[in-house]
């Protein structure tokens, strides 16, 4: 496996297509497709819920019938209804914004005990003291962290470069997890990332990143994806 991950998001995708839209970036060298769930309460906008996941679910394979992970970003409040029917309808990820879930270390479980890696999402102001009690010894519910680059709710914006200080701050977090014994945790980053920021991005932390303006703005999904990963070599 790649030490890096890339994530198209399908929210830039078109949604008319959304299956063969999935079949090509994959094609195209995706290792993860990213499903931005949005509700219209936690943030200002609308997209698609479990169902659309499950009709995907069967898109989501390499030409060689390998599954591909679907990482669910799941910006929606409450979190645990919402995120049990995502792991029934196939998703391999589950992330959560913590200020979303009443109960977080109940939704970490909630991700866990319906099978998926379980993911916590921090916005660009949002604090990281969370971490403090779901990182370190004895905890093992944390398999991703995700660090908003931008502020949640739509494709297209900025990447806010005070968060290559907060990825910076994050790697720390999850290296001295990993020296106390704690599971390698992912570090990923979302919004705003293009070919020309993707290695700074990874130079203070990040190991999976999301694109999506990025990649399906571009008739050639693929030389985006190449270029990335260029840019990350
Ligand atoms: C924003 C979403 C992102 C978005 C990224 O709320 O979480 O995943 O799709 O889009 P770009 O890459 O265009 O910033
Ligand atoms: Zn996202």
Known sequence: LPRFRIAPSLLS????????????VIDAGADWI???????????NLTFGPMVCQALRKHAVTRDGARVPIDVHLMVQPVDA?????????????????????????????????????????NPAASLDVL???????????DLI?????????????FIPSSLRKLEKIRRLIDDHVRQGGREIR????????????????????DTFVAGSAIFGQPD??????AMRQALA
């Open 13 to 24: 995708a078109d949604f008319a297509r959304l299956g063969e839209e999935t079949r090509t």
């Open 34 to 44: 990213h499903f931005d769930v949005m509700d219209n309460h936690y943030v200002p």
């Open 82 to 122: 919402l995120a049990q029917a995502f792991a029934a309808a196939g998703a391999d990820l589950i992330s959560f914004h913590p200020d979303a879930s009443t109960h977080v270390d109940r939704s970490l479980q909630v991700i866990k005990a319906a099978g998926c890696q379980a993911g916590l999402v921090f």
């Open 132 to 142: 403090e009690w779901t990182l370190g010894e004895g905890s093992d519910k944390l």
């Open 146 to 158: 995700l660090l908003m680059s931008v502020n949640p709710g739509f494709g297209g914006q900025s």
């Open 187 to 206: 570090l990923e980053v979302d919004g705003g990332i293009k070919v020309d920021n993707i290695r700074a991005a990874a130079e203070a932390g990040a």
């Open 221 to 226: 999904y693929r030389a985006v994806i190449d």
